[in-house]
């Protein structure tokens, strides 16, 4: 029986992982050059090891100063097809949930909120960002772009104070749902000082237009869900197609 081949850097990993094992987080883990000879493995096959590693969240990587065991974190989770406010999937997932660096300014809604939104070119509307945090930790980047006035209805954000669907609610503006296409991008600059992450960290990032029960678009926003805090799911169905007679 020939003997499975295993590559050098599941075996790096596998080490790796027995160290973390028995390291509390936030401890530093021996160098490269320790692990190397500990492992009786090359540098960068140990370097390439920890990337895999830091990219599951298993490691922190800090320039110049070290390799950390990273704080275990509990994944939220929240169904796709239910719209809900970031806050509340925190909430619902056991964590605390608070809103910070909220910031409301009035601009002239970009070319491309009002292509989405369906208006004129330059219609006055905001520019509405804040982080949400999951018992502390920063999770999610919210951008909201909105008209100044839907309708007759002069939208006024006074009322703001965390939940932007629960605010154009108590202006009698009902928000029933959305359409969003979600990807992976890299964090701007904006969000990375939000999320405390580097620039170039890639984030799940969705992107959404929010429709009253008049079916209105009303609200263009951007969400930058920073990398292992919050998943989403939804189920999907096979479509049967009857096969016609021959």
Same mark, same amino acid.
């Given at each position: 029986?020939?003997? =499975? ?41 140990? =370097? ?68 989405? &939104?369906? &208006? ?9 960002? #804040? ?94 869900? #920073? ?20």
């Amino acid at each position: 029986m020939t003997e =499975r081949f295993i590559p050098r850097q599941r075996l790096a990993r596998d080490g790796i992982e027995e160290i973390l094992m028995t390291t509390t987080p936030g401890q530093r883990l021996p160098s490269e050059d320790k692990l190397a000879k500990l492992l009786g493995m090359s540098r960068p096959t140990i =370097r390439s090891a920890l990337s895999a590693l830091e990219q599951e969240g298993l490691v922190v990587r800090k320039h110049g100063v070290g390799t950390f065991a990273a704080r275990p974190l509990r994944t939220m989770n929240a169904p796709l097809h239910i719209l809900n406010s970031v806050a509340d999937i925190v909430t619902d997932n056991g964590f605390e949930p608070s809103v910070t660096n909220i910031h409301i300014a009035s601009v002239s809604l970009p070319h491309h909120v009002t292509d989405a &939104l369906d &208006l004129p070119d330059e219609t006055d509307g905001y520019r509405v960002t #804040r982080t949400v945090l999951a018992s502390g930790d920063p999770a999610v980047f919210l951008i909201d772009y909105l008209p100044a006035q839907v309708g007759t209805m002069r939208v006024d954000l006074t009322v703001f104070s965390d939940k932007m669907m629960a605010a154009l609610a108590r202006l009698g503006i009902i928000i029933s749902s959305a359409a969003t296409q979600i990807s992976i991008k890299r964090a701007s600059e904006e969000a990375a000082n939000a999320l405390g992450i580097p620039s170039d960290e890639a984030v799940l990032y969705l992107q959404q237009v929010a429709y009253t029960t008049e079916h209105i678009p009303v609200i263009y926003s951007i969400g930058y869900h #920073r990398e292992g805090y919050i998943s989403y799911s939804i189920i999907r169905h096979t479509e049967f197609k009857e096969r016609p007679e021959s």
